[in-house]
């Protein structure tokens, strides 16, 4: 959804579904389940441009041990603020506040909205997601999930490298 910032006077709230036909996130693991739903509102003034809302929708990310699928939902609230390029610094050397970082540069007078879900999505995504606390994982040899499986490859192989220190007790 592209927002003309030229018809924004003020302020402005918008609340849109994206399908998950229309929206990709190009990350291997991560799957929606649901649309992508977005309510936020938009404040403009002569420097900046405020965006904040909520994001919502369901999601399946890969465990990070065994691979299993884990039903997520995500609900995300988000602040971004938009400058012209001239409101920003030019200078190579320029210390950051944390408030900085949620400052991003606008090109021309158009903010794509869907866009912006997508990125704020990808940063909320957590690093690692684990099926249960106790999950096995994955046999490092022959791949069997040893949640649901017995690992048959004997846990006995030393690394050649090590070989010398098995005497040591």
């Known amino acids: 959804m592209i927002v003309d910032l030229a018809n ?16 990709e996130l190009d990350t291997p693991g991560v799957a929606l ?14 420097v900046e441009t405020h965006v ?8 399946e990310i890969d465990c990070t041990r065994c691979l299993q699928p884990v ?17 920003f610094s030019d200078e ?3 210390e950051l506040k944390e408030s900085d970082l949620g400052v991003d540069v606008v090109e021309g007078e158009q903010i794509d ?11 909320s995504l957590p690093e690692q997601v684990v099926c249960r606390e106790d999950c096995k994982g994955l046999c490092e040899k022959c791949g069997v999930n040893r949640n649901t499986d017995e690992c048959r490859c004997g ?15």
């Open 33 to 46: 389940k649901s649309d992508v739903h977005v309510t936020c509102d938009i404040d403009r003034n002569i």
């Open 71 to 87: 039903a997520e939902q995500l609900q995300i609230p988000f602040d971004v603020s938009f400058v012209a390029p001239e409101a």
């Open 92 to 94: 190579s050397e320029v």
């Open 155 to 169: 846990g006995d192989d030393i690394d050649p490298r090590w070989a010398a220190l098995k005497g040591l007790k």
């Open 113 to 123: 909205l869907k866009e912006l879900a997508r990125e704020q999505i990808l940063l």
């Open 52 to 59: 904040r809302g909520m994001i919502e929708a369901d999601a």
């Open 8 to 23: 924004v006077s003020g302020s402005a709230s918008y609340d849109f579904r994206i399908t998950t036909a229309d929206f």
